[in-house]
């Protein structure tokens, strides 16, 4: 379920694990916030409850695509944890300070910044030359490059970036969609 900016409590938790009265459940977690709490409520629930720990969505996207209802559940539970990261991606944000990269380059309050590997790797004043610049840097030998537009980027409603990326980049496809994310503008997958 989706709890938005308030962390669940324990209690919700176990409610929400007990509602669905099945044997098995699988539940991934990508806030650390959160997993003391999921972990305490597992250990509450009715049912057998497996915990994915990761620290983005982008991964529990993977592990959704690799779900088989042909595997029991320890063959699932396998198949899921070896897909985790499977997909590359990299976050876009607005800085909401002044800060320097690993490698000494700035990035100034309102500036937009990409993440790759937890590494600041790109910023620029324009979000669309950052998105530009990402995806010339980071595309290897993908093909579809989807874009997970962020509650932040809703402001953006007069930025419609898949027509501009298919002209920037036409030997790839693109598709985009409603991400929620709430520190992301977008988050770029490459697959």
Do not use: W
Request: hydrophobic share 35%; proline share 2%.
């Amino acid at each position: 379920f989706c709890y938005g900016k308030n962390k669940p409590s324990v209690e919700r938790f176990v409610k929400e694990l007990n509602r669905l009265k099945t044997k098995n459940i699988i539940v991934a977690a990508d806030d650390k916030d959160i997993l003391m709490a999921l972990k305490y409520a597992a250990s509450l629930s009715k049912s057998n409850v497996h915990i994915v720990e990761s620290n983005n969505v982008i991964s529990l996207i993977s592990m959704v695509m690799n779900i088989s209802k042909e595997l029991d559940i320890t063959n699932t539970l396998e198949s899921v944890m070896n897909s985790l990261n499977d997909i590359r991606f990299c976050g876009i944000a607005r800085a909401v300070r002044n800060t320097t990269t690993e490698n000494g380059k700035k990035v100034n309050k309102n500036d937009f910044f990409t993440i790759y590997n937890g590494k600041i790797i790109l910023s620029d004043k324009n979000i669309e030359t950052l998105i530009i610049n990402s995806i010339k840097k980071l595309v290897k030998e993908e093909s579809l490059i989807t874009i997970y537009k962020g509650i932040p980027a809703k402001k953006d409603k007069n930025l419609n970036l898949i027509p501009k990326l298919k002209k920037s980049f036409p030997d790839y496809e693109f598709e985009e969609y409603y991400g929620g994310q709430y520190q992301y503008n977008y988050y770029i997958t490459f697959e």
